[in-house]
C-alpha cells in the first residue's frame, strides 16, 4: 500500500488539518470557512498530497473522530482482547456512504484514503495523552480502519 501511495504523489495546496473541528458554517449567508487555530507559518502556503485532507476530513466523518475526542465510545476488556464501541447516529452509515462516493467520483482511491485514515488514527494516540482511554480508542480505532483495509 505504501508504494501505491508514493506512486501517485499528485501535490497542491492543502488545508493540512481538514476535520469538522476546522470547519465552520455560516447559516445565514450559507458560506463555508475553513480554520486552523494553529495559525499559518508566515506567507508560505501549505502544499502536499490532497488525499491527506480528504483522509482528515473521513476520519472526522466515517471514523468519528470528534465523538472519541467527547468521549462518546466505550472500551471493554476481556481476557487481553480489547474492543471499541462508538457511538454512531443513524444516519452516519448512509453519511459515510456518500462521502465515499464522492471519494470515487473525484478519481480517489477509497481504499488509500481509509489506509491513510488509519494512520492517522494510529498517529494520534500521543496528542491524547491527557486521557488513556481516549488514546486506547484512537489506537483500536486506527487499527479496526486498517484491518479493512487489508482484508
Given at each position: 500500500m505504501t508504494d501505491q501511495l508514493s506512486e501517485r504523489p499528485n501535490g497542491s495546496i492543502i488545508h493540512?488539518?481538514?476535520c469538522f473541528s476546522n470547519i465552520?458554517?455560516?447559516l445565514n449567508s450559507q458560506l463555508v470557512r475553513l480554520i486552523d487555530p494553529?495559525?499559518?507559518f508566515g506567507k508560505q502556503k501549505k502544499y502536499g498530497d490532497p488525499r491527506y485532507d480528504i483522509a482528515k476530513l473521513r476520519h472526522s466523518i466515517s471514523g468519528r473522530y470528534d465523538f472519541i475526542v467527547a468521549d462518546l465510545f466505550r472500551v471493554s476488556e476481556y481476557?487481553?482482547?480489547c474492543a471499541l464501541q462508538l457511538y454512531e447516529p443513524e444516519v452516519y452509515s448512509s453519511?459515510?456512504?456518500y462521502f465515499d462516493e464522492l471519494i470515487?467520483?473525484?478519481g480517489y482511491d477509497n481504499r488509500e484514503i481509509a489506509f491513510?485514515?488509519?494512520l492517522l488514527f494510529v498517529s494520534m494516540v500521543p496528542l491524547h495523552r491527557d486521557n488513556f482511554y481516549r488514546q486506547l480508542a484512537m489506537y483500536l480505532n486506527g487499527i479496526l480502519i486498517l484491518n479493512k483495509v487489508f482484508a
Open positions: 493540512g488539518d481538514y465552520l458554517y455560516d494553529r495559525g499559518s481476557k487481553g482482547d453519511v459515510t456512504s470515487s467520483q473525484h491513510i485514515e488509519g
